[in-house]
Each structure stands twice: as structure tokens, then as C-alpha cells.
């Protein structure tokens, strides 16, 4: 199997050989036939060689291939000529149609969280709603008719809609069997109330998953008061990023949150969490949700290949992560002692471990 990899900045340099490193020790572990690492230039090291922090040579591979890890790129760091431009995840979400972003929130062993027992998934719609600015059809979704006047657009297209509530039943069945809408149909009726209903008629094909709806502003207090009573969300751009952000806090850190984006043909692993240049390049940052993003990927890749190697290499990388963790082994964001190449070593251990 050929993979994509990319570095991108600050603690990426770190933190993705380390995640290369444990895949490799997953499927090696469980008998998998080794992956072919494809090296591709992204980010301020892509400027220096490229002239651009995302070279059409990096697009082009990337179409070759069904899977990839993204390491956290700093954006705001790029030389003046490439602000205002779409940061290069962005570029690849939109080139590759990666319509689905997928963030769990579960507490685990060892991390203090405010809702030690939430274990959920937010399933965000990714091209369009209330970032439609990201959006494939309009362009830029936010004008100023007057200098004094601004307007947003929000898109919700029904086929978009539908795609979305699709993956989401379909993970639901594969966990709980529940699936929460979350919209604002009471305020932004057409739009969000068309979100909602789409996602009511996918209800209809996935008989066996127990569906309700929720206002977003009452979603966010759920989430505090009683978080660990959802299993799948599914909810529009905007709404999902800031719930995932929520979520991610609650049930622990920045830097054990992953995602995935994923088309129906292809996945991008991908750390919630950014470049983190302030700790960059001090052996401190913590691998932990690239490794799981890793996992999340893996998963992804065993079930469109109907691989179940797959699918158990992703396993043993999160039940390596687990056992590290609550070991007492952690990086300082978690309050441990570990180094990055310390904590990975241990992981990399339990990986391979019968
Ligand atoms: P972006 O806009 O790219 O999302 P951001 O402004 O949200 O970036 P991050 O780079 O995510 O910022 O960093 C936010 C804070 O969290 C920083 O103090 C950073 O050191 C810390 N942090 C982020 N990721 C990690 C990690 N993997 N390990 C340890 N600390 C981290
Ligand atoms: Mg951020």
C-alpha cells in the first residue's frame, strides 16, 4: 500500500517521522504487508524548494493515492505574498472534494477531562454551510456591498447534506446506533432546517439507529451538563468546528485530538491541533493525536478495502497509545515528564507487543 506523507511545520518535523514510525510497527505487528512512504513537499520547506507551500507536483501525487498524513502547517508564518490564500490543507480538502471531517471526543485513562465519560463522534459537513467560503461553487462566500455593510452566504445543498448524514448512519451503525442533528431551524430556518430534514430522510434508510435533533446552543450545554450521552453528531461546517473544538476540551486536550477528512474515496489524516511553534523543535510535543489520526486512517482504509489487517493495525495503535498513557508515561501538555521521542518509543514498544 503507497502512502502519502507530508511534514508540513513546526512540531510536524517531530511529530509525523514519529507517526510513520508506528504504522509501520502496526502492520508489521499484525502481518500486514509494509507501506511505500511517499515523501511529498508541503509547507515553509516547500517555499524554500517550490516557491510554494503547496507545489502542484504534492497535488499531483496526492491524486494517485487513497490515503495520506498531514502534518500541522503554520500558515501565519509564510512570507506576505501568501496571505490571504487558502492554507494548503485547505487547498487539498477542497482539490480532493475531503467533504467529511471526522472528530472523535473520548475521554481515556490517565487524561484528566472535564467529561470523563464522553466518547463521541462529530461528523462535520466540510465544503459548504456557514463557511461558504470554502465552498466549491461560489467561490468566496463573504462580501461588503457598502465599506460600512458585510454579508456572509451560507450554502446547504440537499445532495451535500445527504452525503454528510450518510457517513454519519453509517458510522452510528458500526458504534451506538445513534445519531444526533444538530442545527439552529428555529433561527436559520431554510438553511439549517434543510440540513436537518436531509439527514432525517437518510434517517429513514438506517431503521436500527435512534435519531433525535438539537438547536446548537443547547448542544453546546449538553455537551458540559451531560456529554457522555451522545455517540455520532452530525452537524454543518461551522456549528462543527466549534462543537469539535468543545468536545476535544472536554474530554481532554489539544493534543491528543484527531481527525480525519475523507471523501468516499480517499482519507487525509490530520491532527486537530496546529504547528505549535512556540514548543517547536524541543522534543516536546505531544504525538499522541497524529498517531491516533494515523489509526482513525488506517481504519478507514480496512473498511474501503475490506482489509481487516488493516483495521487491526489501527487497533493496536490506539490500544498502544491507551496502555502508554495510562502507564503514567506522558508528554508535558498532559502534565508528564516524557520527551516526544520518549513517549513514541514506548508507544512504538506497545505496538509491536503480542
Ligand atoms: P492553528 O491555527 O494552526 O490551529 P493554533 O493557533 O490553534 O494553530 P496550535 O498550534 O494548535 O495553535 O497551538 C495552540 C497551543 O497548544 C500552543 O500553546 C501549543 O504549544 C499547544 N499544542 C498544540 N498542539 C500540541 C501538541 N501536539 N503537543 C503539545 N502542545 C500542543
Ligand atoms: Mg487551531
Known amino acids: 500500500m503507497r502512502l502519502g506523507l507530508m511534514h508540513g511545520d513546526g512540531i510536524g518535523h517531530e511529530i509525523v517521522p514519529a507517526t510513520r514510525q508506528i504504522v509501520d510497527a502496526a502492520l508489521s505487528s499484525v502481518h500486514a504487508p509494509p507501506v ?39 500558515s501565519a508564518s509564510y512570507p506576505e505574498r501568501f496571505r490571504g490564500q487558502l492554507t494548503p490543507g485547505g487547498v487539498i480538502r477542497k482539490k480532493f472534494e475531503l467533504f467529511a471531517n471526522i472528530r472523535p471526543a473520548a475521554a ?17 459537513e466540510n465544503t459548504e454551510g456557514l463557511y461558504a467560503d470554502r465552498n466549491m461553487a461560489v467561490g468566496s462566500g463573504e462580501f461588503m456591498p457598502t465599506p460600512d455593510i458585510a454579508l456572509a452566504v451560507g450554502v446547504f445543498t440537499r445532495a451535500a447534506c445527504e452525503r454528510i448524514a450518510r457517513t454519519a448512519f453509517a458510522l452510528a ?29 437518510v434517517a429513514a434508510e438506517y431503521p436500527h439507529v435512534v435519531v433525535d435533533d438539537e438547536h446548537v446552543d443547547a448542544m453546546a450545554a449538553h455537551l458540559v451538563r451531560r456529554g457522555g450521552d451522545f455517540d455520532v453528531v452530525v452537524t454543518e461546517n461551522m456549528f462543527g468546528d466549534i462543537l469539535s473544538d468543545l468536545a476535544g476540551e472536554l474530554s481532554g ?14 482519507v487525509m489524516a490530520q491532527a486537530a491541533h496546529g504547528a505549535a511553534p512556540d514548543i517547536a523543535g524541543k522534543n516536546r510535543a505531544n504525538p499522541t493525536a497524529l498517531f491516533l489520526s494515523s489509526a482513525m486512517m488506517l481504519d ?10 488493516l483495521s487491526a493495525a489501527a487497533r493496536r495503535i490506539s490500544d498502544a497509545v491507551r496502555t502508554t498513557i495510562a502507564s503514567g508515561i506522558a508528554t508535558a501538555d498532559l502534565g508528564g515528564l516524557a520527551s516526544t521521542s520518549e513517549f513514541s518509543e514506548v508507544v512504538y514498544a506497545h505496538t509491536l507487543r503480542r
Open 253 to 266: 486536550s489539544l493534543g491528543t485530538a484527531p481527525s480525519i477528512n475523507a471523501s468516499e474515496t480517499q
Open 300 to 309: 478507514w482504509l480496512g473498511d474501503a478495502r475490506g482489509d481487516r489487517l
Open 173 to 201: 451503525s458500526r458504534r451506538r446506533n445513534h445519531v444526533t442533528i444538530v442545527h439552529k431551524a428555529n433561527v436559520l430556518t431554510l438553511t439549517t432546517g434543510l440540513f436537518r430534514d436531509a439527514c432525517r430522510t
Open 108 to 124: 481515556f485513562p490517565g487524561v484528566k477531562a472535564m467529561v470523563p465519560d464522553m466518547d463521541l463522534v462529530i461528523v462535520r
Open 36 to 74: 511505500e512512504w511517499v515523501e511529498l513537499p508541503l509547507g515553509s520547506t516547500a517555499i524554500d524548494t517550490h516557491g510554494t507551500p503547496i507545489p502542484d507536483e504534492t497535488i499531483d501525487a496526492l491524486g494517485q493515492l487513497q490515503g495520506w498524513i498531514l502534518g500541522p502547517h503554520d
